[in-house]
């Protein structure tokens, strides 16, 4: 009976647990867009829009936004967790699939994180046992609800960006999370200090917000197949609104002790909720809920069994 | 004295939306004498919005051991002794629930739900014993607690709450400007969390009334009424001091308790 307790059975539950993380409506909402054909959001832009600026002098970026395209399954194929259990039997089907453009935009045209080999085999391993998870270590930091970490909230759910002197403010609708970006030109908080948001300083270069990211716990991943950085990352995040509804968003991620060189990855917000003005971020209370995370895991033999048996099928 | 609930309290707590209008223009003609006072004294002005409102942004905390017991206590191992904040100390529970709260007490260390780091229910996350940030918009007072990520939308632009019952930590706050004070309505809570460690309860039925006022540019009075016809028998106040945090390189850590046990398979 236990062998009946498979890959699928496990993917399902992960399925569960995923879709239970309120991926944002704004995929459906978003004007239609084909990020695998479309051009690349780092791609300068010549649009000559220039944001309102409420008294206390910073460009607006107010209001709620999201991701296009959303989702934390997999930073070099982006995509949500949500339709996990449909793609893989979609694959055992013998339908290949077709990567969607990775948000790493630098190196280009790769598009993977460069990481040092030992990295590159933590990232593997973790990818491995997504869906045949034998250790805690394999279950993705979102399945616990911890804190989204660096970047990953922007692409977990939508958010609203809330602007008062001296702050921006992100509140995200998945798992209620919030951030606090000072505009005060501070240093950041000293070396033993490590936060699961990492700690934000802002400042404006125009109509760019430009928040630098040290003092990171890194125990957030970047999505569900494990790219991962250290807590000597340093992160800078830049976001340039370029019309009255769309974002550009950059991030680059420099950090020795996991990549061979920096890299980049890029990504587009769109205005969300624009035809429900009254939509309000409701509470998210995603650890209060938790139940199942560390039932997922399986022993070692029997995820091996799966993972001999999937290969019987595909072929 | 403090047995008997602020009157303006306990009027809030009855007015409906029609009647509002007539109470604003009471609190206007009342305001107007008070505010000529402060104008003629030599204390410094309290902080002020663009929009005229108090200015509560910036960071606040209690000093208090509310969160272990907000009645009356004596010291144990690791818990100060305090006094309580609840108006007259008693608390108005209906016979059975004196004796849930009995057998709560009895539980607390394994059964309050804050030991496994749940969002501690309104008014007890005011006075857990961490900071948290107020950042004032018109249209909202946004409040961002450092305990557990948690945070509050308390509403100024007039909407209401929404249909429910909806069962929420935190519940749905809707605030309006009663002259100087912020008046939150809080309703729409479930029944899974406790005012203190001491296993003072409620239940979904909970509404709390939760007034915000400065005492001084440094110093905010909060008050909340708590009204629960399944659980006590009459509404009860009870009150903190809020202080500002003053330290020039203040901010909002974090503490993500339930994480603590997993962190060692995240290096």
């Not at chain 1, 936060?195 to 970047?222: F, P, Q, Y």
């Not at chain 1, 624009?274 to 995603?286: L, R, T």
């Not at chain 2, 303006?8 to 029609?18: E, G, K, N």
């Not at chain 2, 509050?152 to 749905?172: A, E, M, Q, V």
């Amino acid at each position: 009976m236990r062998i009946r307790f498979n890959a699928l059975m496990v993917a399902s539950l992960t399925t569960v647990i995923f879709s239970l993380t309120p991926m944002s409506s704004f995929a459906q909402q978003a004007p239609a867009s084909s990020p695998s054909t479309g051009q690349s959001p780092s791609a300068p832009t010549t649009n000559k829009w220039t944001p309102s600026r409420p008294p206390d002098g910073q460009p607006d970026l107010q209001g709620f936004w999201g991701a296009v395209p959303s989702g934390t399954f997999d930073v070099t194929d982006p995509r949500t967790g949500g339709g996990r259990l449909d793609e893989l039997l979609r694959i055992r089907a013998g339908n290949v699939r077709v990567p969607k453009a990775s948000r790493v935009v630098d190196p280009d045209p790769d598009g993977k994180i460069p990481y040092q080999s030992w990295a590159a085999t933590k990232q593997k391993d973790l990818e491995a046992h997504i869906d045949d998870p034998t250790k805690p270590e394999h279950i993705d930091t979102q399945a616990r609800c911890f804190l989204d970490g660096a970047t990953r909230g922007f692409f977990h759910s939508g958010f609203e960006i809330v602007q008062v002197p001296g702050y921006v403010v992100f509140l995200f609708d998945g798992n209620s999370e919030t951030r606090v970006v000072p505009l005060d030109g501070g240093p950041h908080v000293g070396k033993g200090l490590q936060l699961w948001m990492g700690d934000s300083r802002g400042h404006w270069e125009g109509n760019t917000l430009v928040i630098d990211i040290t003092n990171l716990n890194a125990k957030a991943r970047l999505d569900m197949v494990g790219n991962f950085y250290s807590s000597s990352a340093h992160v800078v995040e830049r976001l340039t609104r370029v019309d009255a509804k769309t974002i550009r968003y950059e991030a680059s991620f420099d950090d020795p002790t996991v990549y061979t060189r920096p890299w980049k990855m890029a990504g587009r917000f769109v205005s969300g909720h624009v035809n429900d003005p009254g939509y309000e971020i409701w509470e998210d209370a995603c650890h209060e809920g938790e139940r199942s995370a560390d039932r997922m895991i399986i022993p070692a033999n029997v995820a091996k069994e799966n993972a001999e048996r999937a290969k019987t099928i595909q072929k | 004295m403090p047995e008997t609930p602020s009157l303006l309290a306990l009027i809030s707590l009855r007015f409906t939306h029609a009647r509002r209008v007539h109470f604003l223009l009471l609190a206007i003609v009342f305001a107007l004498p008070m505010h000529a006072t402060a104008q003629t004294s030599s204390e410094p002005s309290l902080p002020r919005a663009a929009d005229g409102k108090p200015d509560f942004s910036g960071f606040w905390q209690v000093i208090t051991s509310a969160n272990w017991d907000i009645q009356d206590h004596s010291a144990q191992k690791g818990i100060p002794a305090g006094r309580g904040i609840v108006a007259g100390n008693e608390i108005p529970y209906q016979p059975w629930a004196a004796a849930k709260k009995k057998e709560n007490y009895e539980n607390r260390n394994t059964a309050d739900p804050e030991i496994k780091s749940y969002l501690p229910g309104v008014p007890r996350i005011t006075y857990t014993p961490f900071p948290f940030q107020i950042v004032q918009t018109p249209q909202q007072v946004l409040v961002l607690y450092e305990y557990v990520h948690a945070s509050r939308h308390l509403y100024t632009n007039g909407s209401d709450h929404p249909p429910g019952h909806i069962d929420w930590w935190l519940g749905d706050s809707r605030a309006h400007w009663d002259g100087d004070t912020l008046v939150s309505d809080v309703i729409d809570f479930n029944d899974q969390t406790w005012f203190d460690r001491a296993g003072n309860f409620h239940s979904d039925a909970l509404h709390v009334v939760e007034r915000y006022k400065f005492l001084d540019a440094d110093h905010i009075s909060y008050e909340a009424t708590v009204e629960d016809p399944k659980v006590f028998t009459r509404p009860w106040q009870l009150s903190v001091v809020l202080y500002r945090h003053k330290e020039k390189t203040f901010q909002l850590l974090d503490y993500e308790g339930y994480a603590f046990d997993y962190e060692q398979y995240y290096p």
